[in-house]
């Protein structure tokens, strides 16, 4: 596994937080029948059966964002790592914890910050957050900053796998939150590809309502949010903060009451991969190089941060 690093000081300096099917026709079941489609391999686990509260109308194409509370933001911030770690110190995510939590706050949320913590701070704090009840609450957000690799992200004393950030949150673990968004935001590398970017050049030739009992799997109304595409580096600038969290606050501030968050995101997307390009001139391989988001949504619905009605 390759060690995200960061590029050679220059001004502005930018810097980086580096993922045989077989079919029997005698198998084949009748017409109209559902069927999975994991060839040869069988059956995995079965997840149980759980009970929740549907939050939302079974049709209802807006998530119901009306509750008491907006929800709760968790920021887990890493600049500094243990020494065996061999991870530089990431500066300028300061400024990304800063921006977020402010952003977050202006949105209705709760807002807590965790600076530099172990793997095992860090799991005590969602296994709390997992375990508390969370039904007068429209949403969850979770955003990790951080060095990243293939799978994995770097915690202060140790790595861990990426999905442990929200597999505690699935409906049948975390029923409160069952039919609701949960949401997360992830500045860190994902591999150590380089994206050197196609140039495009102009054409020259001239668009609450009433709640049914229904099932959803335990893995929807996810938004998992990264900042860059699997095998590739994300960048950060030294004193500005990461591109991926300046495009997201920017994007939040300026069409967060307006739009939903899908469509946010892609903005966001758009801002990162136009507007931003390393500069690192004293290394020629690091230089001029470009950066896309990925974004993975299991949402069933749009999400809309409508203002909070105060109450005294």
């Known amino acids: 596994m390759s060690a995200p690093v960061d590029a050679p000081v220059d001004a502005p300096v930018d810097a980086v937080d580096s993922q045989m099917e077989t079919v029997d026709a005698a198998s084949v079941p009748p017409a109209g029948g559902d069927t999975g489609d994991a060839g040869m391999f069988g059956f995995g686990r079965a997840t149980p059966i759980v009970q929740a509260t549907a939050p939302t109308a079974k049709d ?33 995510t300061d400024v990304d914890r800063d921006s977020l939590e402010a952003v977050l706050r202006d949105l209705d949320f709760d807002v807590e910050v965790h600076n530099d913590l172990r793997k095992s701070e860090l799991f005590a704090v969602l296994d709390k957050l997992s375990t508390a009840d969370h039904s ?15 799978g994995v992200l770097y915690t202060y004393d140790e790595i861990l796998k990426s999905d442990h950030l929200w597999t ?44 049914v009992s229904y099932k959803i799997p335990t893995h929807a109304d996810f938004l998992l949010c990264f900042s860059t595409v699997p095998g590739y580096y994300s960048w950060r600038n030294t004193t500005q903060g990461s591109w991926f969290v300046q495009a997201l606050v920017h994007c939040l501030r300026q069409y967060g009451r307006q739009l939903d968050l899908l469509t946010v995101m892609t903005r966001v997307n758009r801002l990162v991969a136009t507007d931003f390009q390393s500069n690192c001139p004293g290394d020629p391989g690091m230089h001029q190089r470009k950066q896309i988001p990925c974004i993975s949504s299991m949402l069933t619905r749009d999400v809309f941060f409508t203002p909070k009605v105060r109450r005294n």
């Open 60 to 92: 209802a194409f807006e998530y119901n964002m009306n509750h008491k509370r907006r929800g709760r933001a968790v920021i887990f911030n890493h600049r500094d790592f243990h020494p065996d770690q061999q991870m530089k110190m990431r500066n300028g």
């Open 136 to 150: 007068d609450a429209d949403c969850l957000v979770i955003s990790f900053l951080s060095h990243g690799d293939t």
């Open 168 to 211: 505690r949150f699935t409906a049948d673990r975390c029923p409160s939150l069952a039919g609701k968004p949960k949401i997360f935001f992830i500045q860190a590398c994902q591999g150590d590809q380089l994206d050197g970017g196609t140039t495009l050049v102009p054409r020259r030739t001239a668009t609450d309502g009433d709640v």
